[in-house]
């Protein structure tokens, strides 16, 4: 089980992350997008480092409302209104809970990654974040039905979503500001897959 004073240890890291990963970010950014994606991330997750204390003893479902509004109202590009529609969905399925299970957890990624889908109007297999979350979702769930503790299922979460994260190298981006690029977007991987597979790896890592 997470309860809510765990999620906000997993915000806690999911925030250095971000902040150490994001020159590198913003590197992978500058050779297929805006080269703004590892600023943006930073900015957006500092904002909610700050919130983090307000949140304390809410429960979990309004935590991840909060930090889907705090994405959406401070990051620039297309990953703010992405990355906050997937907590905000996130939130939803986790609403009035102090505590979550495996399931609830695999429940809210799935909710996440059906709102990244609607707001992108993207689907895998086009080199976005959804590269890197459908993988692990799927690992996700087939690891909790296989009886492995969240913990264990959230590592082979990770596994594939890195995977999903190489296998953008291989493809051609038809979504978002690298779709511009054609061919030419081959060879490198996606910023959004990459950051996507750095909020998994905190998240694992705090568990």
């Not at 992350?17 to 805006?34: R, V």
């Not at 409302?65 to 297309?78: D, E, H, Y």
């Not at 996700?140 to 990770?158: I, P, R, S, Y």
């Amino acid at each position: 089980m997470i309860d809510a004073k765990k999620t906000i240890e997993m915000l806690q890291a999911i925030v250095k992350k971000i902040e150490s990963e994001k020159d590198f970010l913003t590197e992978l950014d500058n050779a297929i997008g805006d080269g703004d994606h590892g600023i943006n991330l930073s900015r957006g997750f500092q904002k909610v480092a700050e919130k983090l204390p307000e949140w304390e003893g809410q429960d979990i479902g309004a935590i991840f409302k909060g930090v889907g509004t705090q994405l959406v109202s401070t990051v620039g590009g297309a990953s703010g209104p992405l990355y906050g529609t997937a907590f905000m969905k996130a939130g939803n399925a986790c609403k009035g809970k102090m505590e979550i299970s495996g399931e609830d957890f695999a429940a809210a990624l799935e909710a996440a990654i059906g709102g990244i889908k609607m707001r992108g109007k993207s689907t895998e297999g086009e080199k976005t974040m959804l590269d890197a979350l459908c993988p692990a979702h799927k690992a996700l769930t087939e690891a909790l039905a296989g009886g492995k503790e969240l913990k264990e299922a959230l590592a082979d979460a990770v596994e594939a979503a890195a995977k999903g994260v190489e296998y953008t190298k291989t493809i051609i981006a038809t979504k978002g500001r690298a779709s511009y690029l054609g061919e030419r977007s081959i060879g490198h991987q996606d910023p959004g897959a990459t950051s996507s597979l750095f909020l998994l790896q905190a998240m694992q890592e705090t568990l």
